[in-house]
């Protein structure tokens, strides 16, 4: 049901206005930042208007197409998401188990988590043979339901190719299909795409929102719920992971990053950068990577406005911090587009050993001159 999603009533309520006035589109795109719901109001929006039972709009939840579209067994549900490039028979059937069960795995984390996402090995992206099959598929009627629902997430990873022969599909949809796109890259989408679809858009979730679910749902005390909505910057799935304990331990290592930083510990760095060279977890890397955009925007509120700083249970730090080098609002920024682009070529899959010497002592140079 919709009351799952506890923090997009705006687009659901626009989602649901269209189908009580039965002006339901054939496409729609939704968009907005990572992990505030997109995905899961797509299933919701699938299950309502497959639901034999629908009321208020709304889905059951108990009936047997309910069930199985939360399940992801629902015959007429064809859920597309960007994956390495497998080794597939023409109807989509693998031929290696283990790449199989990265897609199972994928399902998995879905399932159980559905704000985050399982990391495929390889680059991924949303190739044009998976575009043909499901087109091939559509061209029959749908077996249960009443509608075949086509949801494509990250629409924005189609090849040229596979968007360009999608749209194809999107401008002539048969009747009984539903499209549903949902993009955190809006404008990485063709044009001709976003033209043809009906726009939905998903708005970042409140820290309020964030601590509260996370207390309730996840049962994370009051204080850490606190610190988490604040530094999850209203994108709940990072919040989720970050209640597990593992995000802890990165943002401390991200602070003790910070300590050497302070303590002009260049042996430190060395360590710490070799550290990572040896363990090569990209994930933990953008992780830190985040931790220290944060940390470094902490720096710009200090001065200027100190309800939006987000370390809040490390002000003794960041007003340490500030003591041993005052950096100019300039010289912060700096920082913080350094960081950000080295998290686009950890996401290029540049080289490794690379990003990480070139960020950590680059900014160490920044702070303390060449
Ligand atoms: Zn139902």
Not at 47 to 53: G, H, Q, S
Not at 223 to 249: C, P, V, Y
Not at 301 to 324: A, G, P, W
Request: net charge neutral; aromatic share 10%; hydrophobic share 40%.
């Amino acid at each position: 049901m919709f009351s799952n999603i506890k923090c997009q009533k705006k687009a659901i309520n626009s989602l649901k206005q269209l189908i009580s006035a039965g002006k339901e589109a054939q496409s729609y795109l939704f968009y907005g930042p990572k992990g505030v719901g997109k995905l899961a109001t797509a299933f919701e929006f699938a299950k309502a208007v497959n639901c034999p039972n629908q009321k208020n709009y709304d889905a059951c939840d108990n009936c047997s197409s309910c069930i199985k579209i939360d399940h992801f067994t629902h015959p007429d549900i064809n859920f597309i998401f960007p994956t390495p490039k497998f080794d597939v028979t023409t109807e989509g059937d693998f031929r290696k188990e283990s790449e199989q069960i990265q897609v199972q795995n994928f399902i998995k984390q879905i399932k159980s988590t559905p704000f985050s996402r399982y990391k495929f090995s390889k680059a991924t992206s949303i190739q044009i043979d998976t575009i043909r099959r499901l087109e091939r598929k559509i061209l029959f009627k749908p077996t249960e339901g009443k509608y075949h629902i086509i949801i494509i997430t990250e629409a924005d990873e189609m090849t040229r190719q596979a968007a360009n022969a999608f749209l194809k599909t999107l401008e002539e949809p048969p009747p009984y299909a539903i499209i549903i796109l949902t993009t955190t890259k809006f404008s990485s989408l063709l044009p001709t795409i976003i033209s043809r679809c009906q726009k939905v858009r998903f708005n970042s979730i409140t820290q309020d929102v964030i601590e509260n679910h996370l207390i309730e749902e996840f049962n994370v005390d009051k204080a850490q719920a606190r610190i988490i909505s604040r530094i999850s910057n209203g994108n709940m799935a990072k919040a989720i992971l970050m209640s597990k304990e593992q995000q802890i331990e990165t943002r401390d290592m991200a602070l003790d990053f910070v300590e050497f930083i302070m303590n002009n510990d260049l042996e430190g760095i060395h360590n710490f950068s070799d550290n990572f060279i040896q363990n090569r977890n990209e994930e933990v890397l953008r992780d830190i990577f985040d931790f220290l955009v944060l940390w470094f925007g902490d720096l710009l509120y200090l001065s200027s406005n100190q309800s939006r700083i987000v370390n809040i249970d490390q002000m003794e730090k960041l007003q340490n911090f500030n003591q041993i080098r005052q950096l100019s609002n300039k010289e912060i920024q700096e920082i913080i587009l350094l960081i950000e682009q080295s998290k686009n070529l950890l996401a290029g899959h540049i080289n490794f050993e690379l990003i990480v010497i070139d960020t950590f002592f680059q900014i160490y140079n920044k702070i303390y001159g060449d």
